[in-house]
């Protein structure tokens, strides 16, 4: 890449004249302006390049600008760009078979969006119209998405602005050992407690008015928590008890993420549906989906199904997706996630963890990591409050600037650095990665007692 610091200022210029950004104080950002990226880089105009140990969003699974899935698109573009969706089309056909193929146990069919929110929305709509119940139970430590059933589904506090108490969602705890709000010392309690929670939860909700309940199978941005064993086949139970519809939403942690197709596959639990997005194409072009149970399905087989989107099944996002999972078989990506969470990422984060004592835990699997930062091993407060902002998030935000100081675009997010690089992520590009948080961490360590 060539320097050109005068395209990236009329870049830059543009956006902050024009663009109205996600999430964020518009005047108090400062977007870098990207020329480039290739694989798990991207570089900026001034001939600056970091690494990718966020995919983009986590969405990136087979990095930047894969030749092939490029080619795809392209040849796409060439033949069909665009049909409407009550057509049968080649790409989206195609893509709604590899999709169905890899899916657990007998989702099916599958329902095409533009990306996760309206994935989630769909799947609630679903419950509720397969139940006639009106109620839908989500965790917490979650984020579902920004629109309005999506972001009144999600935990964190993105949810406070459009909370009117209308959404019937339901919030309860779902399992994390080491913030437990169980008071547990063990995985299976954690695991028994829990599910009593929810049990708990349901009784005084009422089953008979509850839809659904909303996992992420591995939730992410919360912070990547991997279930004990026996919880999600815990709630696949009271769900069927109950007849309540079980969605697992794997936007973030499906299409290889956690080192299998679905994050579902390491528990062998099979929801009622699930959502998907991100990693299905990489992201090339925006797609998202519902894929649906036989039994869900059955509902609206003589009865219209009363949601539709113009864009549904795009050709060219299929395309994409039929690009993407024939190179994730042929190049194993699936299986290079696995392996080098854990021959090199895994090891290496409990490496860094042993001599920094910022970190307070590493969790994960596959490339789905986090590092869970504390000013205290003993008690784990925190490296910084939740939803700190100004002076008191400074230490993060020092972390974020020190690793990209040393070429590394990190993942943060409250207290936490995920390091969630592309699915194909090389071993000397994951150990690159490691070297760079080693730098950053010993600041977040003099913040510890
Ligand atoms: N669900 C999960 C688990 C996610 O991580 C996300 C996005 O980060 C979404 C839903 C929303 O997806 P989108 O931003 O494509 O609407």
């Not at 573009?77 to 007998?106: H, Q």
């Not at 119209?129 to 430590?141: A, E, F, M, N």
């Not at 659904?212 to 139970?237: D, H, K, N, Q, S």
């Not at 930062?373 to 409050?385: A, I, N, S, Y």
Request: hydrophobic content about 40%; charged content about 20%; overall charge negative.
């Amino acid at each position: 890449p060539h320097p050109d610091p005068r395209a990236g200022a009329a870049v830059k210029a543009a956006d902050r004249a024009h663009v109205f950004h996600s999430w964020s104080a518009q005047g108090l950002i400062d977007p870098l302006a990207v020329a480039g990226a290739e694989g798990s880089y991207f570089w900026d105009y001034d001939g600056n390049r970091y690494l990718d140990f966020t995919s983009g969003l986590v969405y990136t699974n087979i990095g930047y600008q894969h030749p092939k899935v490029v080619a795809a698109i392209q040849e796409q573009a060439g033949k069909l760009t665009t049909f409407a969706p009550a057509f049968a089309v080649e790409a989206r056909s195609e893509a709604a078979r590899l999709i169905a193929e890899r899916t657990p146990g007998d989702l099916d069919k599958i329902f095409f969006t533009n990306g996760g929110a309206e994935a989630v929305e769909n799947a609630i709509r679903m419950a509720r119209l397969h139940t006639g119940r009106p109620k839908v139970l989500s965790t917490y430590r979650s984020y579902h998405g920004g629109t309005a059933t999506a972001v009144n589904l999600t935990g964190d506090p993105r949810r406070w602005a459009s909370d009117n108490g209308t959404s019937g969602v339901v919030h309860f705890w779902g399992p994390f050992l080491y913030r437990s709000p169980f008071y547990s010392e063990t995985e299976q309690q954690e695991c028994e407690r829990a599910l009593q929670h929810l049990e708990d939860t349901i009784a005084f909700e009422g089953p008979a008015t509850i839809a659904a309940i909303i996992l992420e199978t591995i939730p992410g941005t919360a912070g990547i928590m991997t279930p004990p064993p026996g919880y999600l086949a815990g709630v696949r139970e009271i769900c069927d008890r109950y007849g309540i519809v079980f969605v697992l939403d794997e936007v973030m942690a499906g299409f290889g993420r956690t080192g299998a197709w679905f994050a579902a596959d390491h528990f062998g639990v099979v929801p009622d549906l699930l959502t998907f997005a991100k990693g299905v194409n990489s992201g090339y072009v925006p797609l998202g989906g519902v894929a649906i149970s036989g039994a869900v399905a059955a509902t609206f087989e003589n009865r219209p199904y009363p949601g539709g989107l113009t864009y549904s099944g795009h050709p060219l996002a299929c395309a994409a997706a039929v690009a993407t999972i024939n190179v994730m078989a042929q190049e194993k990506v699936v299986e290079h996630a696995a392996h080098i969470g854990e021959t090199v990422l895994g090891p290496g984060l409990r490496e860094l963890a042993e001599r920094h004592p910022s970190v307070g835990e590493v969790r994960g699997t596959g490339v789905f990591w986090a590092l869970d930062l504390v000013k205290d091993r003993e008690t784990r407060e925190p490296l910084v409050p939740y939803n700190a902002s100004g002076a008191a998030n400074a230490p993060m935000a020092a972390f974020a600037a020190a690793c990209k100081k040393n070429g590394l675009w990190p993942f943060v997010n409250m207290n936490r650095t995920h390091a969630v690089p592309p699915c194909n992520v090389t071993e000397a590009e994951a150990k690159e990665g490691l070297a760079a948080l080693d730098v950053a961490l010993s600041l977040a360590d003099e913040h510890t007692v």
